[in-house]
C-alpha cells in the first residue's frame, strides 16, 4: 500500500514559479525501486503526464514542459519533487502525483499507475 499526499500548489501569475512536493508512506516498497510520475488535469480534459522519473534515476518529460520544469526525487525522504518555472496560463490545472508500483520504467498512460494523491491545484493568472 502506497499512500501520496501532494502540497505546494497555488496561484501565480504568468512566469512566475511553484515547488511541489509529493511524500509517500508506504508499506511493502522501497521508495526510488519503482516509478514515480506528475500528471495533471485541466478541468473538462483528459489527465496527461506532465514529468516521469524511473527507478534508474532516468527522467523524461511532456513536450509542453520541457525546459521549464524539473522532475526530481529524495529517497531518504521518500519524496518527489517538480520544480515549475516560466510557468504560462495553460499550466493551470490539477496536479497529481502517481506511482506505479509494477515497474521501475515509467509509462506515460495513465492506466498503469496502481497509486494516487489526491491533488494540488495550481493556477498560473496572465
Known amino acids: 500500500q502506497v499512500q501520496l499526499v501532494e502540497s505546494g500548489g497555488g496561484s501565480v501569475q504568468a512566469g512566475g514559479s511553484l515547488s511541489l512536493s509529493c511524500t509517500a508512506a508506504?508499506?511493502?516498497?522501497?521508495?526510488?525501486?519503482?516509478?514515480m510520475a506528475w500528471f495533471r488535469q485541466a478541468p473538462g480534459t483528459a489527465r496527461e503526464g506532465v514529468a516521469y522519473a524511473d527507478s534508474d534515476g532516468s527522467t523524461r518529460y511532456a513536450d509542453s514542459v520541457k525546459g521549464r520544469f524539473t522532475i526530481s526525487k529524495d529517497n531518504a525522504k521518500n519524496t518527489l519533487y517538480l520544480q515549475m518555472n516560466s510557468l504560462k496560463p495553460e499550466d493551470t490545472a490539477m496536479y497529481y502525483c502517481?506511482?506505479?508500483?509494477?515497474?521501475?520504467?515509467?509509462?506515460?498512460?495513465?492506466?498503469?499507475?496502481?497509486?494516487w494523491g489526491q491533488g494540488t491545484q495550481v493556477t498560473v493568472s496572465s
Open positions: 508506504a508499506s511493502g516498497y522501497t521508495y526510488g525501486s519503482y516509478c
Open positions: 502517481a506511482a506505479d508500483t509494477t515497474a521501475g520504467s515509467c509509462s506515460r498512460s495513465t492506466k498503469y499507475y496502481n497509486y
